[in-house]
């Protein structure tokens, strides 16, 4: 491998033109225009597929759960449900777009069918639909409206479509079942338009009774999701696309690489801990999705109005989320009259507040930054390109040198409580240990310190009053590649209360 890597390097220097910064370096080895950055680790590392890099840039997405059990009151539907119960009084989904889109989420992933087998739209494989309830006269297709109004206001789309389906008699009979399924699946797949995501379902995990000793054809499954829509992420337990993160709290370990070894792993088949954390030896990218509910419960019930999640909650999950290399799946039922409820509406507007407040004022922008270490003769990796406000600029090291600090002067002395890092995961993810300290009282204090960092690393500490600071990486898999440092004053926040 070593080898390779130094033919690779000469084949760079003797054929790169450089024009000046990244993006515009061409190489002209082999006719392929490739900028010199995407050419750092090539061979060595796994990297994500331009839809999971699309997938990760979103960062905060919305999960609707909505169908029967709105009004029956339960969290799993039993199948037995009549569609004659389906009415929504006053459904809009415009209105939940809006607020969704209002709220900063990029992306709005409904439910076309839970576990009851209830599906959203008109499905010609199942009288169990929207079809038979009052709703619209049985004329409606929910599916079919908010992929609609989604697309009208520019945010993706995706669905849902659990495998487990209480409802069908064919359930249980695997091959009968998976063609149904199957029928069902290509519906989904063709008829609204582009996804942006499939999330398959676990449940019941794979001992469980409930399974009926159904199994399901995951590698049929997945292979008409990649046909039919090959820009859609895929969500499973063990991906392919995007994982599960272990929980449904929203929270992705301290240590959270977006590597796996899929092998290991199958839907509704979890080593929990080991999708929270990633494996740093993973042969597969499969980054870490946090869904987590805005309510305890998964679907809207009048009972839990008073229990919507605080400010100070949904930050907290924001930095365990988004903050740890992960995306944040926040879901948010609509009520019986198929609306967003005002309280989660009002909330989620409010929390979008508080986001804008904190990551306005970038502190260290405008700084300068010095390195013990940068990668050889081009000014495309200069230090500073970590304050520069582009993630598409970069700053690293010779290939192999795995520790190295890089220290920041701000243009005066600023008091900042947050510290974001971003790795360039366009060229995998690499950093095992980091530590940052700040020059206070004429000495360095150690004022954070984590393991991975991967796409995003956001770290809250007491504030801190500095001009210098240093983060310094003490170990990584190859060279770190870093392509942003912020910093930013977050405002305490007391339950739904921002304090100052
Ligand atoms: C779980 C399901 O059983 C819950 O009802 C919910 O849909 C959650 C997102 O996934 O596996």
Avoid at 72 to 83: A, C, D, F, L, V
Avoid at 242 to 248: A, D, K, L, P, T
Avoid at 330 to 338: F, K, S, T
Avoid at 389 to 397: F, K, L, M, V
Wanted: hydrophobic residues 35%; charged residues 25%; proline residues 5%.
């Amino acid at each position: 491998m070593a080898k390779m890597k130094m033919m690779l390097g000469s084949v760079l220097v003797s054929s790169l033109v450089f024009l000046g910064t990244v993006g515009i370096c061409v190489a002209q080895t082999d006719g392929q225009k490739n900028s010199i950055e995407e050419k750092i680790g090539l061979n060595d590392h796994v990297l994500p597929h331009p839809r999971q890099l699309r997938w990760q840039q979103r960062e905060y997405t919305a999960f609707v759960h909505f169908t029967v059990n709105t009004f029956t009151g339960r969290e799993w539907g039993e199948g037995t449900e009549s569609p004659s119960i389906f009415n929504p009084s006053e459904l809009d989904v415009k209105q939940w777009v809006r607020v969704f889109k209002e709220a900063g989420m990029k992306m709005v992933i409904l439910t076309a069918k839970h576990h009851d087998g209830f599906c959203l739209w008109p499905s010609r494989y199942t009288e169990h639909s929207v079809k038979n309830s009052p709703w619209k006269n049985g004329q409606g297709d929910l599916v079919g409206e908010l992929s609609k109004a989604c697309r009208e206001a520019g945010l993706e789309f995706g669905i849902y479509i659990s495998p487990w389906d209480r409802h069908e008699p064919s359930y249980g009979k695997s091959s009968e079942y998976n063609a149904f399924y199957m029928g069902q699946l290509t519906e989904l797949l063709t008829q609204y338009g582009p996804l942006g995501e499939v999330w398959f379902d676990g449940a019941p995990g794979q001992d469980s009774p409930l399974r009926k000793k159904q199994v399901y054809d995951f590698v049929m499954y997945r292979s008409l999701v990649r046909r039919l829509q090959p820009d859609a992420c895929m969500f499973a337990d063990d991906g392919p696309d995007c994982r599960w993160v272990g929980n449904e709290s929203g929270y992705a370990g301290e240590t959270c690489w977006s590597m796996l070894n899929r092998s290991e792993f199958g839907p509704g088949q979890a080593d929990t801990k080991k999708l929270n954390a990633g494996q740093v030896d993973g042969a597969d990218w499969v980054p870490a999705e946090c869904d987590v509910s805005i309510r305890p419960g998964w679907f809207y019930h009048a009972a839990e109005d008073d229990k919507v999640k605080t400010l100070e909650q949904l930050l907290d999950i924001y930095f365990g989320s988004v903050g740890r290399n992960g995306l944040m799946l926040l879901n948010v039922p609509p009520d019986q009259r198929g609306l967003i409820h005002e309280t989660d509406t009002q909330r989620l507007l409010a929390f979008r507040g508080l986001l804008d407040r904190i990551f306005a004022d970038d502190l260290a922008a405008g700084a300068s930054v010095k390195a013990s270490a940068v990668r050889k003769a081009m000014a495309v990796y200069q230090p500073s390109h970590v304050v520069d406000g582009d993630i598409e600029t970069i700053w690293t090291t010779d290939d192999g040198v795995v520790s190295a600090d890089l220290e920041i002067t701000l243009p005066q002395e600023k008091s900042f409580n947050v510290i974001m890092l971003q790795e360039y995961i366009k060229q995998g993810q690499r950093i095992a240990s980091f530590e940052v300290d700040a020059w206070t009282d004429g000495q360095w204090k150690r004022i954070a310190s984590g393991t991975t960092i991967g796409y995003k690393r956001l770290l809250r500490m007491s504030p801190v009053s500095t001009q210098r600071l240093r983060l310094r990486i003490l170990d990584a898999t190859d060279c770190p590649i870093l392509c942003r440092i912020g910093l930013f004053s977050a405002p305490t926040v007391q339950g739904n209360t921002i304090l100052d």
